[in-house]
Each structure stands twice: as C-alpha cells, then as structure tokens.
C-alpha cells in the first residue's frame, strides 16, 4: 500500500467519525491539560513563596557586635561568587532633632554604601536616606531638606520599610551614609538561596578578630520561618508525578483507541491486509488527535499563564513565564505515549482473534 492510499484510508476513518479522533483528543487535552496546569500552579506557588520569603527580609542575616564589624569586609561579602547578594554595615548613631519639632527625635544609624544598597537605594547618591513612612510624615521628597538642631540635611532618598513582622528599628529611621573603613555594630547580609554559608561568611569575615564582645547572628523577619529550601521543596512536590500520570493517560488513551476497533483490525487481516500497512494506518490516525489533543492542552496552560500574569495577580505574584520549560515538557510525553499506547494495542489485535472478538462485541 503506498503512502498515499495510507493516508487516504486515514482520511476517510477520521472524517467518518471511526477513529473516534475528537473525543480522543478532548480526553487527553483534559488529562494533560489539567495535569500540566496543575504542576504549572504548584510551581507557581513555590515561586510566589520564595519571593514572599525574600521580600519581606527572612533571607537577610544579622550579625552584631557592637563597634567590632568590619564595614569593609562586611560590604565585601557581595562581591564574591557566594550566595550573598547583598552587604551592607551600620551602627546606631545620635538621634536627630528637627527643628520643627523640638519635642521628637528621629532613631539615625551610621550605615555604609552596602547596607543603602541592600534596601535597593543608591549609595552613590549625597545626602541621608529615610523612610517611606518618615518620608510621608515629614512631608518629604528626594532632594528636599530637613532642618535639624545641626544643621540642614539634605535627603537623597528614601527606602521601602513595611510593617510586615521585620526588626522595625528602621522602619521609622535616618540612615546616614558613612565610608565603609570604620567599626560598626552590626552587619546585614541578604543571601539566596539562604544557607549555613551565609552565617559562616559572616562570621569570618565581618567580624573583628581582636574584640572580646558577643557575637549573635540573627534574622531581619523570622515569621516566615528560618529558611526556604527552594529546591527540596520542588524536588518533593505532589505534582512532580504529573510527567507520569500523563503518560500512563497518553499510553491508556492510545491503547483504547485502538483496542475498541480490534474486530475492525482483525477482520482487515484476515482480509489480508499486511500488519505494517495496519500500523501505518493506524499511526497516522492517532498522530491525528494526539497532536490535536498536545495542542488544547498547550492553549489550556498558555490560558493559565496569561491569567496568572493579568494585572490584578502580578502584584502578588513572580513571573509565571519561568514555569513553562517546566510544564510544557510534559505535554509531548502525552503525544508520544498515545502513539505508543496504539501500537501496543495494534501488535496486540491478532487475526486468530476474529471469532473471540466477534464474541466481545457490543
């Protein structure tokens, strides 16, 4: 039979509505569909967890000792290839008086260029750095001024500070921008993914060898726990068998896609039609609603990726599109174990069957 008649023979059983090919293809763009929108929501979760842990300061270590922190080696610790990302020093200094209101004093620290960038300000710019709710208070700006008992500072900045369950001590503050080359108090190290490195870097290299002084290392939030083991977390995830429940779907679909149609096969052979014609044609059928089905379940998780990113989710949730090499794997797993499921179920029909199946049928 040539490639031709084969594809025509395939024709004529899909448009007559033989092959069953929508249905098949409905089955499994639901079962991979959902298994892949199910794995996809998981991940997405795990991802929304660990910035929820990052933003809100849990992966940011503390040591302190008062005046035996290094500010240079502490701001060193982010230039290297360890898992701290960001560095920074401070030490708390003399309250600041403003003149407008005599009667309050504002808590200052002494902070170096790494600790104004760890709060995602710019070191390089002149002038202190306070609060958003300080700012808003005082009414404010970058750029503007504050008069105090010393003098005119000028403001260059303001950092983000929510009431979220982290050491509030800067949440109504000034920072003071200092050189890095003097003794501070304490040494704020953020790391990710956060791990016994971070304290032990910490230890070797923030802290002054010759003091006498306590060392305690601590956590900026601590109500989201002490650590996020990311990748545990997704190695043992309930969806990590997603992959093979769709193929045992795939495999299940093809194998009684054919199954069903096994007198229709053996009365062919025995007619004498040859079995790898058979395959042929039934491949071909199958390559039908297989590749239909892969593609519906490929819509159902590009929907689910574009909702999860709308506006009213994006401001609670990380970038979903880091999920999709992830999920979209699974989708060919599906396609191929279809194909695979019919050729089990067409090696599995013999024409010594006839009379047996003739028996079965419905």
Known sequence: MRLSAILSEAARNIG????????FAL?????????????????HALESQAQTFRQSGAATRILQSESAIRGTACDALANGSTPIVAAGALAETTPI??????????????????????????????????????????AVAPGGRL???????????????????????????????????????????????????????????????????????????????TTFDGALAFDSRITRFAYALIAVAGLSLGWASIRARRLEH??????????????????????????????????????????????????SHPNTTSVLPIVVAALPVGFGSALGGASIAAFATHERHLFRYFKERR
Not at 113 to 128: I, M, N, R, S
Not at 160 to 179: E, Q, S
Request: glycine share 8%.
């Open 16 to 23: 007559g509505g033989t092959t069953r090919a929508v249905t």
């Open 97 to 138: 008086d403003l003149a407008a209101l005599p009667t309050t004093s504002i808590p200052a620290f002494r902070v170096s260029p790494g600790l104004v960038a760890l709060l995602d300000g710019a070191p390089e710019l002149v002038g202190a750095w306070i609060s958003d709710a300080l700012a808003e208070t005082l």
């Open 266 to 315: 053996a009365a062919a052979l025995h007619a004498g039609q040859r079995r790898s014609e058979q395959l042929a044609t039934i491949l071909v059928e199958t390559t039908v609603w297989a590749l239909l089905g892969s593609a519906l379940a490929a819509v159902l998780l590009l929907a689910f990726v574009i909702g999860s990113e709308s506006p009213a989710s994006s401001a």
């Open 27 to 43: 089955l499994l763009a639901s079962m991979a569909g959902s298994l892949a929108v199910a794995d996809a929501v998981t991940i």
């Open 147 to 225: 008069q105090t008992s010393d003098g005119v500072v000028t403001i260059a900045g303001t950092y983000p500070y929510p009431k979220d369950g982290r050491d509030n001590r800067l949440g109504f503050a000034m920072l003071i921008p200092v050189t890095a080359d003097q003794a501070f108090d304490e040494c704020w190290a953020t790391a990710w993914p956060l791990g016994e490195s971070t304290d032990l870097l910490l230890r070797s290299s923030a802290f002054e060898p010759g003091s006498t002084d306590a060392l305690q290392i601590g956590q900026l939030n601590n109500t989201h726990g």
